[in-house]
Protein backbone atom coordinates (compact mmCIF):
# COMPACT_ATOMS: atom_id res chain seq x y z
CA UNK A 1 0.00 0.00 0.00
CA UNK A 2 2.97 2.53 1.01
CA UNK A 3 3.94 1.96 -2.15
CA UNK A 4 1.60 2.49 -3.91
CA UNK A 5 0.59 6.09 -2.21
CA UNK A 6 4.67 7.11 -2.86
CA UNK A 7 3.49 6.71 -6.41
CA UNK A 8 1.41 9.42 -6.68
CA UNK A 9 3.74 11.51 -4.56
CA UNK A 10 6.50 10.61 -6.38
CA UNK A 11 4.30 11.58 -9.99
CA UNK A 12 3.42 15.16 -8.28
CA UNK A 13 6.91 15.65 -7.87
CA UNK A 14 7.86 15.05 -11.52
CA UNK A 15 5.04 16.72 -13.05
CA UNK A 16 5.17 19.77 -10.63
CA UNK A 17 2.00 19.48 -8.56
CA UNK A 18 1.92 20.94 -5.27
CA UNK A 19 0.48 18.02 -3.11
CA UNK A 20 -0.58 14.51 -4.96
CA UNK A 21 -4.31 15.00 -4.05
CA UNK A 22 -3.62 17.21 -7.61
CA UNK A 23 -4.54 13.59 -8.84
CA UNK A 24 -8.27 13.21 -6.74
CA UNK A 25 -9.30 16.16 -8.77
CA UNK A 26 -7.74 15.07 -11.92
CA UNK A 27 -9.49 11.50 -11.39
CA UNK A 28 -13.39 13.11 -10.62
CA UNK A 29 -12.76 15.20 -13.39
CA UNK A 30 -11.98 12.83 -16.02
CA UNK A 31 -14.53 10.37 -14.81
CA UNK A 32 -17.19 13.06 -13.56
CA UNK A 33 -16.79 16.40 -16.18
CA UNK A 34 -17.03 19.10 -13.79
CA UNK A 35 -14.94 21.52 -15.45
CA UNK A 36 -15.32 23.30 -18.95
CA UNK A 37 -12.78 25.45 -20.31
CA UNK A 38 -14.10 28.94 -19.88
CA UNK A 39 -15.59 28.25 -16.08
CA UNK A 40 -15.90 30.10 -13.15
CA UNK A 41 -14.25 28.03 -10.51
CA UNK A 42 -14.00 29.04 -6.97
CA UNK A 43 -11.59 26.37 -4.90
CA UNK A 44 -12.85 26.78 -1.24
CA UNK A 45 -10.02 25.45 1.51
CA UNK A 46 -7.66 25.22 -1.57
CA UNK A 47 -4.14 25.17 0.88
CA UNK A 48 -1.15 24.11 -0.60
CA UNK A 49 -3.26 24.52 -3.92
CA UNK A 50 -2.75 21.51 -5.87
CA UNK A 51 -6.53 21.79 -6.65
CA UNK A 52 -6.33 25.32 -8.00
CA UNK A 53 -3.37 24.03 -10.48
CA UNK A 54 -5.34 21.31 -12.09
CA UNK A 55 -8.30 23.40 -12.31
CA UNK A 56 -6.71 26.29 -13.79
CA UNK A 57 -5.04 24.00 -16.59
CA UNK A 58 -8.95 22.38 -17.00
CA UNK A 59 -10.34 26.08 -17.42
CA UNK A 60 -7.70 27.44 -19.48
CA UNK A 61 -6.98 30.97 -20.29
CA UNK A 62 -10.51 31.84 -20.52
CA UNK A 63 -11.66 30.94 -17.74
CA UNK A 64 -10.99 31.52 -13.83
CA UNK A 65 -9.92 30.02 -10.45
CA UNK A 66 -10.37 31.80 -7.20
CA UNK A 67 -8.63 30.04 -4.41
CA UNK A 68 -9.51 30.83 -0.90
CA UNK A 69 -7.99 29.07 2.37
CA UNK A 70 -7.28 30.52 5.89
CA UNK A 71 -3.23 30.16 5.11
CA UNK A 72 -1.77 31.66 2.81
CA UNK A 73 -1.59 30.11 -0.59
CA UNK A 74 1.93 30.72 -2.48
CA UNK A 75 0.57 32.48 -5.61
CA UNK A 76 3.98 31.50 -7.41
CA UNK A 77 3.64 29.78 -10.64
CA UNK A 78 0.04 30.02 -10.95
CA UNK A 79 -0.99 31.43 -14.51
CA UNK A 80 -2.83 34.86 -14.28
CA UNK A 81 -6.72 33.29 -14.14
CA UNK A 82 -5.81 32.09 -10.61
CA UNK A 83 -6.33 34.53 -7.95
CA UNK A 84 -5.58 33.39 -4.53
CA UNK A 85 -7.34 35.42 -1.40
CA UNK A 86 -6.04 34.35 2.39
CA UNK A 87 -9.55 34.68 4.24
CA UNK A 88 -12.43 32.69 6.33
CA UNK A 89 -15.01 32.23 3.63
CA UNK A 90 -17.38 33.18 6.27
CA UNK A 91 -16.21 36.23 5.83
CA UNK A 92 -16.35 37.17 2.12
CA UNK A 93 -19.29 37.41 0.03
CA UNK A 94 -19.32 37.07 -4.13
CA UNK A 95 -18.53 41.16 -4.31
CA UNK A 96 -14.86 39.99 -2.62
CA UNK A 97 -14.28 36.80 -5.33
CA UNK A 98 -14.72 38.68 -8.14
CA UNK A 99 -18.78 39.55 -8.71
CA UNK A 100 -20.41 36.64 -11.03
CA UNK A 101 -21.59 33.21 -9.52
CA UNK A 102 -19.21 30.27 -10.29
CA UNK A 103 -19.83 27.75 -13.02
CA UNK A 104 -18.31 25.34 -10.31
CA UNK A 105 -17.08 24.72 -6.59
CA UNK A 106 -14.66 22.08 -5.86
CA UNK A 107 -13.61 22.10 -2.17
CA UNK A 108 -10.82 19.14 -0.75
CA UNK A 109 -11.30 21.04 2.80
CA UNK A 110 -11.34 18.83 5.86
CA UNK A 111 -11.18 19.53 9.23
CA UNK A 112 -7.79 19.08 11.74
CA UNK A 113 -7.99 15.61 12.95
CA UNK A 114 -8.53 14.64 16.40
CA UNK A 115 -8.23 10.98 16.72
CA UNK A 116 -11.54 11.05 17.06
CA UNK A 117 -13.47 9.27 14.30
CA UNK A 118 -16.88 10.02 15.06
CA UNK A 119 -15.89 13.84 16.04
CA UNK A 120 -13.70 14.25 13.07
CA UNK A 121 -16.51 12.95 10.28
CA UNK A 122 -19.32 15.57 11.97
CA UNK A 123 -16.96 18.74 11.82
CA UNK A 124 -16.20 17.26 8.41
CA UNK A 125 -19.76 16.96 7.43
CA UNK A 126 -20.72 20.32 9.03
CA UNK A 127 -18.15 22.16 6.57
CA UNK A 128 -20.31 20.36 3.57
CA UNK A 129 -23.26 21.74 4.82
CA UNK A 130 -21.77 25.12 5.42
CA UNK A 131 -21.06 25.48 1.50
CA UNK A 132 -24.38 23.91 0.29
CA UNK A 133 -25.14 27.11 2.52
CA UNK A 134 -23.11 29.43 0.56
CA UNK A 135 -24.41 27.72 -2.62
CA UNK A 136 -27.28 29.73 -3.09
CA UNK A 137 -25.10 33.11 -3.59
CA UNK A 138 -21.93 31.83 -5.18
CA UNK A 139 -23.30 29.17 -7.60
CA UNK A 140 -25.23 29.65 -10.93
CA UNK A 141 -28.10 27.75 -11.75
CA UNK A 142 -26.39 24.52 -13.62
CA UNK A 143 -23.42 24.57 -12.26
CA UNK A 144 -21.37 21.67 -10.72
CA UNK A 145 -19.64 20.90 -7.01
CA UNK A 146 -17.38 18.42 -5.89
CA UNK A 147 -16.63 18.49 -1.68
CA UNK A 148 -14.61 16.03 0.28
CA UNK A 149 -16.28 14.25 3.52
CA UNK A 150 -15.40 11.60 6.11
CA UNK A 151 -17.66 9.20 6.14
CA UNK A 152 -19.34 8.41 9.30
CA UNK A 153 -23.12 9.31 10.41
CA UNK A 154 -23.83 12.27 8.93
CA UNK A 155 -22.44 11.21 5.41
CA UNK A 156 -26.54 9.79 4.09
CA UNK A 157 -27.99 12.82 4.86
CA UNK A 158 -25.10 15.39 3.26
CA UNK A 159 -25.57 13.04 -0.01
CA UNK A 160 -29.54 13.31 0.46
CA UNK A 161 -29.60 17.25 0.73
CA UNK A 162 -27.16 17.61 -1.70
CA UNK A 163 -29.34 15.72 -3.95
CA UNK A 164 -31.89 17.76 -3.54
CA UNK A 165 -30.07 20.37 -4.62
CA UNK A 166 -28.46 19.02 -7.44
CA UNK A 167 -30.07 16.94 -10.57
CA UNK A 168 -27.37 14.68 -10.12
CA UNK A 169 -25.56 14.06 -6.61
CA UNK A 170 -23.05 10.56 -5.93
CA UNK A 171 -20.17 9.67 -4.04
CA UNK A 172 -16.94 8.56 -5.61
CA UNK A 173 -13.73 7.57 -4.19
CA UNK A 174 -10.90 8.36 -6.47
CA UNK A 175 -7.58 6.29 -7.13
CA UNK A 176 -5.19 8.80 -5.34
CA UNK A 177 -7.65 8.57 -2.36
CA UNK A 178 -5.93 5.99 0.33
CA UNK A 179 -8.00 2.79 0.10
CA UNK A 180 -7.79 3.03 4.21
CA UNK A 181 -8.73 6.45 4.93
CA UNK A 182 -12.47 7.27 5.66
CA UNK A 183 -12.45 10.14 2.63
CA UNK A 184 -15.34 10.72 0.31
CA UNK A 185 -16.00 13.09 -2.13
CA UNK A 186 -19.83 14.33 -3.47
CA UNK A 187 -19.82 14.93 -6.43
CA UNK A 188 -22.62 16.91 -7.82
CA UNK A 189 -24.01 18.09 -11.33
CA UNK A 190 -26.44 20.72 -12.07
CA UNK A 191 -27.51 22.91 -9.45
CA UNK A 192 -31.19 23.65 -8.80
CA UNK A 193 -31.27 26.12 -6.99
CA UNK A 194 -31.93 26.05 -3.28
CA UNK A 195 -30.28 25.19 -0.17
CA UNK A 196 -31.71 21.55 0.09
CA UNK A 197 -32.81 21.94 3.70
CA UNK A 198 -36.29 20.59 4.94
CA UNK A 199 -38.36 23.39 7.25
CA UNK A 200 -39.28 22.26 10.52
CA UNK A 201 -41.64 23.46 12.92
CA UNK A 202 -38.55 25.07 15.03
CA UNK A 203 -37.32 27.02 11.83
CA UNK A 204 -40.31 29.24 12.44
CA UNK A 205 -39.78 30.63 16.13
CA UNK A 206 -36.16 29.85 16.29
CA UNK A 207 -33.57 32.69 14.64
CA UNK A 208 -30.71 31.04 12.60
CA UNK A 209 -27.65 29.99 14.16
CA UNK A 210 -24.46 31.72 12.45
CA UNK A 211 -22.21 29.43 11.43
CA UNK A 212 -18.88 29.20 13.61
CA UNK A 213 -15.85 30.22 12.54
CA UNK A 214 -12.97 27.54 11.52
CA UNK A 215 -12.60 27.50 7.28
Known sequence: MKEVQDHWFRLAKEEGYRSRAAYKLIDIDDRKRLLRR???????GAAPGSWSQVAAERVGPKGEVVAVDLKLINGGGYPPNVRCIQADLRDLDLAEMGGRPFDAVISDMAPDTTGDPMGDALRSARLCHDLLDRCVDWLRRGGNLTMKVF?????????????????????????????????????????????????????????????????
Open 38 to 44: GDRVLDA
Open 151 to 215: EGGEYPELLKRSGRMFEEARGYKPRASRQESVEMFIVCHGYRGGDGRIPTAEDAILPKRKPSKGW
